[in-house]
């Protein structure tokens, strides 16, 4: 059986009293720290304004700066470090106040993994960049719009490799040899300036903020003097500053002068087309509402109720309504519907008050066109040219109508007159207000639904609605993605091209109303691809043809002189003829006659000759197996 031991030990041995009791403990055993996300690396609190470097420690851009400026190398490991290769983050914070991602809206923890982009310097999780930048291989801001590569890439936090952020190589209660700057005691002040400050007045002043000191210290000399020739002072300001030169001196690119660049239109790819004039369109606010011109109203309640402002001074009545193109099908077919009726009989039998019927009749169904490929169009702005891919084959109601619209100078001079940053803009209401129009069906039509057509993705157009089935004519851009309009607006086409002139339509400041403060208007449109029109061009080939295969049918009729000869072949055919062409006359008695066909004629005319007797068939006795060949 063996000898079992026995645990019932009168005593403690080493490794339990070391493990388990109050012996010494191994220190390289501690549970793992690390220094939060949120911490500068070289004063360990929580930063003001964030700044890092290429392999993803983040610092105070206040600490920072000063550090290199005077040291040149990198705080944490030593090497060569400059100015340029300094980071400036943009951390973005919830309703809560605390840091989050700007679109997953996943707040960051200790286990997030948490990226920055070099170029733009936004940070983001993880999640978003690898679902939404590299497995798509969109490698372009999702903010900003500006492209990167998958180096400018910097992890800040990776909870699979924990080591880049361990605090024991921070600790100043040991592993100090570990961090370049407490390794070489480098030290932002000397010994002879924290001297020099203790000896100061204003250091004895209690509870006031370092700020406040130096603000003091440079009262009434010649520092304060030149920051404020520079601008302002501070040492995030002085930072800021710093920085901005030494990369401006890196890239050795001139400062902008002029507008925003941001704002400018791209050069246009093509000339306006010109157009007939257009029609207004559906109020998606509010039915009930006046019209007013554009530009009118800073605040929502005030310009909703009419209310004038103080920069606006009184509103204005919109202008006359125009008017509504007609679809392309304007002689409108109906055909008798199989699987619909009126329901007269049914409202007859269960109210009192609709006459009586005893007999349903079909429904008459209108004729449309649904066709089976995209469409394709560009929309012209001020700011440049949006290129459109219409998913004509999935919501054909919703596409023709734009088509319509578009084609017949609907949305030509008007305004988007709503723009949510991080959302959508909405246009295609020429009062500029957002409540009026109708649709090429009339005032409304009914919504087309799809599973495969979400509000998923940059670009995507949706008809705006004020309810279920209130289709007009405004639509609106999606800026992002916005999930939970899913089913509930009509989504008809996305942007393939020119994604750079609607970032700078996101990027237009817009007032208290969401109304952009810089005027975004269409200009016109140019179509490339019309299934609609293709559609009727082949239904139009198609009925030519049927026509004259009709006429070939049907033969040339037969001249006089053609047929005088056939009197002779056929006497009660041409007397028929001759009948209706001379009236009456000794030819009309002749189509009593019975009509021979021409083998008749032959039979009589032949003279009789005796049929010579049929020959038998003789059998032909087969041997063997015989053919198989017909199996």
Known sequence: MGKQKQKDRGY???TEWRTEGGGFKDKSHLPFKRLPFHCCAITFTPFEDPACTADGTVYDITNIVPYVQKFKKHPVSGEALQLKDIVQLHFHKNADNGYHDPILHKVFTESTHIVAIRTSGNVYAWEAVEELNIKPRFMKDLLTDQSFTRKDIIHIQDPMNLEGRNLSKFDHGRNLSKFDH????RQLVSAEEQAAQQADPVNSLKHVSEDTKRVMAKLNSADSATAFEEGGGGARAVAHRILAEAKAVASQKPKAEGPDPRLQPPEPASKDAVFKPGASTWNTDDPKQQHYAPGHGKKKKKWQQGEPEEEAGSLVPAGPKKEVPKPYMSDAKFVTSEFRTTGAASRSFTSTAVNVVTRNERQKVRVERNPTKKGYMRLHTNLGDLNLELHCDLAPRTCENFFVLSEGGYYTNTIFHRSIKNFMIQGGDPTGTGTGGESIYGPTFKDELDSRLTHS????????????ATNGSQFFILYKSARHLDYKHSVFGKVVGGFDVLTAMERVSVNGDDRPEQEIKITGASVFVNPYKEMEEEERKKAEAERKQAEKEAGPLDTEEEGVGNWFSNPAGASNTASAVNGSGVGKYLSSLPKKSNT???????????????VKKQKVKQTGYGNFDAW
């Open 182 to 185: 407490v390794k070489n005691d």
């Open 12 to 14: 403690l041995t080493a």
């Open 457 to 468: 993705g940059r670009g995507v157009m949706s008809m705006a609605n004020s309810g279920p």
């Open 600 to 614: 008749q004629l032959a039979t009589e005319s032949a003279p009789d000759i005796p049929a010579a007797p049929a």
